[in-house]
């Protein structure tokens, strides 16, 4: 019986390890970091881009144009959502690898465990 527990053990710990190597095939960082979110990532750093030297500039404009109170109402909410796709993208960049090594050191731990468990109860 104890055998047992430790095989299953270690069949387990090998099973979190082949889980492990092909997670990042199996659930991509594009399941959730689609195409519109990069367009709109794109539409919206670009738009920074532009407003930015307005905004920040110190000299006064001598000619016509938009209202500076506006253009830094929408630059400060276009840094916003900046930022929240950049931490958007990081996260899905990020979270199947995370995954990935969480599962592969969780398969070695429990293979090991499960291999020196195999030994003691042969041992004893």
Known sequence: MKSAIAM???ALGFLLLVTSSLWTSLF???SSWTTEKAQR???VKDRLSNLGPVVNSTKPRLHGGADPAQ???EYDSLMLENEQLNSEF?????RPNTI?????????SLAGLGIAGWFAVREA
């Open 8 to 10: 299953g053990t270690i």
């Open 28 to 30: 991509p960082a594009t």
């Open 41 to 43: 990532a794109a539409q």
């Open 71 to 73: 253009l830094k109402i």
């Open 90 to 94: 990081e996260s899905a960049a990020n």
């Open 100 to 108: 990935a090594n969480v599962l592969k050191w969780t398969g070695i």
